[in-house]
């Protein structure tokens, strides 16, 4: 019985691209400024040869180890760009982005709404949280991202209700061929702007994307098992199974779940942790991005064992240097750790190396 498990460590880079300056992103560097300015060390991650990916040296490997670099192909530097290239799909055309969306598009949605510029999560309920206690409209916002996000007191305004509204944006956009990649819910609570905190409860509506290594895994009769926040980045294409989590902590414990219980049927574990980014990469905090890395590979060391002969993967999706200016994504190559890989990973290889080794593993061309 095969089975392979795929983790993404969402935002974690490890150098510019070589098109980085292309999305202003020159000298971005999301691991390599974590080593050098706070320390950085981490050993089990190592032990797959994650100092050989940074060009730091050589450190001793397990037997089954490989690693290699991979640049993005697709034109854009989202999750959802990333995770669907990762999966197969290489983006010739970006998605559409906005730095105001048109006042008609809002209010077929169903305004009216605040904000509508961009700015980042804190930002934006610094600026409008206590405007909407008081007006009670949910407030939309982007960001360099093709998102549109559309953010609510999770009480106050109600979180079903916030759902429904994202769900409608979505059906929208699609029905009018914009192509913004994912509409996001961002539902917080607190009762001042010193208070405002956004919640676990994050929905993610992405445009349904085509035919991935998911479709095909599935059509074969691999059981697809999506983890954290993958069923929202492929609107449930290929997703035989979905495992919401509320944080990296509570991702790796269903990992370790899933892992252990699930032994008969061939399947895929396709994991997003998703601190890296959303806590500590897009608030520039390189002391929290340095502990969640920390607390990840202590998780590791004590898995590791436990993968035996099987299929381990770990990659990311984009980079979020804590280090750099602006608050948005860096376009930067990610790191390729594989054990137990069906074949060497090529270390100038785009995103779509993972759907190969996916699909070798498997058993499908």
Not at 18 to 28: I, K
Not at 150 to 158: L, V
Not at 252 to 259: A, F, P, R, Y
Not at 309 to 320: C, K, Q, R, V
Request: glycine share 10%; net charge negative; with cysteine.
């Amino acid at each position: 019985m095969k089975r392979a498990l795929v983790i993404v460590l969402d935002s974690v880079g490890c150098g510019a691209a070589p098109d980085a300056a292309d999305f202003g992103d020159a000298g971005a560097d999301t691991l390599g400024h974590l080593f050098e300015r706070d320390n950085l060390e981490l050993p089990n991650l190592a032990r797959l040869g994650l100092l050989e990916a940074l060009g730091r040296g050589k450190s001793p490997t397990l037997p089954g180890a490989a690693w290699a670099r991979m640049s993005e192909k697709s034109v854009g530097k989202d999750t959802t760009t990333g995770h669907w290239e990762l999966a197969g799909c290489v983006l010739e055309r970006p998605f559409d982005t906005f730095t105001k969306f048109p006042e008609d598009l809002l209010d077929e949605i169903g305004g009216p709404f605040l904000g509508n510029f961009a700015a980042s999560g804190t930002e934006i309920l610094e600026q409008l949280g206590e405007e909407h206690l008081r007006a009670g409209h949910p407030i939309v916002y982007t960001s360099a991202d093709s998102v549109l996000q559309i953010a609510a007191h999770e009480e106050r305004y109600g979180l079903e209700k916030l759902w429904v509204l994202c769900k409608r944006a979505r059906e929208v956009l699609d029905a009018r061929g914009i192509r913004i990649g994912r509409v996001i819910a961002r539902p917080f609570l607190g009762d001042s702007a010193a208070t405002f905190k956004r919640t676990s409860n994050r929905h993610d509506y992405s445009l349904m994307p085509p035919e991935t290594v998911l479709n095909r895994l599935q059509a074969a009769g691999v059981q697809t098992i999506g983890v954290g926040k993958i069923s929202d980045i492929f609107a449930g294409s290929g997703i035989g199974e979905s495992h919401p989590t509320k944080s990296n902590a509570d991702g790796m414990t269903v990992i370790e779940e899933l892992w252990a219980e699930r032994r008969t049927q061939p399947h895929l574990i396709f994991a997003n942790l998703v601190d890296f980014d959303m806590l500590y990469g897009h608030r520039r905090d390189p002391a929290g991005y340095a502990r969640c890395l920390r607390e990840f590979d202590t998780w590791l060391g004590g898995f590791l064992p436990e993968v035996g002969g099987d299929f381990l993967l770990i990659t990311a999706d984009h980079g979020n240097d804590p280090y750099h200016a602006g608050t948005d994504h860096t376009r930067e190559q990610v790191p390729l750790l594989t054990l137990n890989a069906p074949f060497a990973p090529g270390d100038s290889g785009d995103f779509t190396q993972v759907a190969r080794l996916v699909a070798h593993h498997f058993t499908l061309d």
